[in-house]
T-cell receptor, first 110, second 116 residues
Framework: DAKTTQPTSMDCAEGRAANLPCNHSTISGNEYVYWYRQIHSQGPQYIIHGLKNNETNEMASLIITEDRKSSTLILPHATLRDTAVYYCIVRGGTASKLTFGTGTRLQVTL | DTGVSQNPRHKITKRGQNVTFRCDPISEHNRLYWYRQTLGQGPEFLTYFQNEAQLEKSRLLSDRFSAERPKGSFSTLEIQRTEQGDSAMYLC??????????????FGNGTRLTVT
């Protein structure tokens, strides 16, 4: 599975959009981009995933560049409860497991 | 609650003792995964099952670790002769793999093991 690069940490004001970037320049054609988050003392929570089209659900939007070498997770109106570590993961089309990096620690502040 | 359930939530044991953790996946999910997570790191893959068959094991899964999923439903992870380095959060996840590729994994809240 391709490696991903994320900033170590980010801050966001409550009520503003949080834009979390991820680079995956070695991604292959059949690999998906997944996002998970982990709130302290809980297991990782699935947010969203996509292949090449932008995706949106009730939690977030995923924007994937046309060359698929990077993506951005957007939380449209961040709240204090969105404070967590966010993991961007590239997963092969037929792969089973997820391979986690160290993620981005998002701190939402008042 | 229909999510992944793990028991116990916390376990403290003395070095050299054996411990066993249980995971109940989401009903009808045919894949079950075990991960380990230490402080400040992302979860690390240990092993996974499809139904009752153990299909992949990480080199992190030493001989002291054994996982089972006897009837393709719940799973147990046993650690024999625990060492202080085994202290970690042990996470279980499940997914439903059918015709669609790339089904998300859904995680439980883990079992935190402390070896003294």
């Amino acid at each position: 599975d391709a490696k991903t690069t994320q900033p170590t940490s980010m801050d966001c004001a409550e009520g503003r959009a949080a834009n979390l970037p991820c680079n995956h320049s070695t991604i292959s054609g059949n690999e998906y981009v997944y996002w998970y988050r982990q709130i302290h003392s809980q297991g990782p929570q699935y947010i969203i995933h996509g292949l090449k089209n932008n995706e949106t659900n009730e939690m977030a939007s995923l924007i994937i560049t046309e060359d698929r070498k990077s993506s951005t997770l957007i939380l449209p109106h961040a709240t204090l409860r969105d404070t967590a570590v966010y993991y961007c993961i590239v997963r092969g089309g037929t792969a089973s497991k997820l391979t986690f990096g160290t993620g981005t620690r998002l701190q939402v502040t008042l | 609650d229909t999510g992944v359930s793990q028991n116990p939530r916390h376990k403290i044991t003395k070095r050299g003792q054996n411990v066993t953790f249980r995971c109940d996946p989401i009903s009808e999910h045919n894949r079950l995964y075990w991960y380990r997570q230490t402080l400040g790191q992302g979860p690390e893959f240990l092993t996974y099952f499809q139904n009752e068959a153990q299909l992949e094991k990480s080199r992190l899964l030493s001989d002291r670790f054994s996982a089972e999923r006897p009837k393709g439903s719940f799973s147990t992870l046993e650690i024999q002769r625990t060492e202080q380095g085994d202290s970690a959060m042990y996470l279980c996840a499940s997914s439903l793999v059918s015709g669609t590729p790339n089904s998300p994994l859904h995680f439980g809240n883990g079992t935190r093991l402390t070896v003294t």
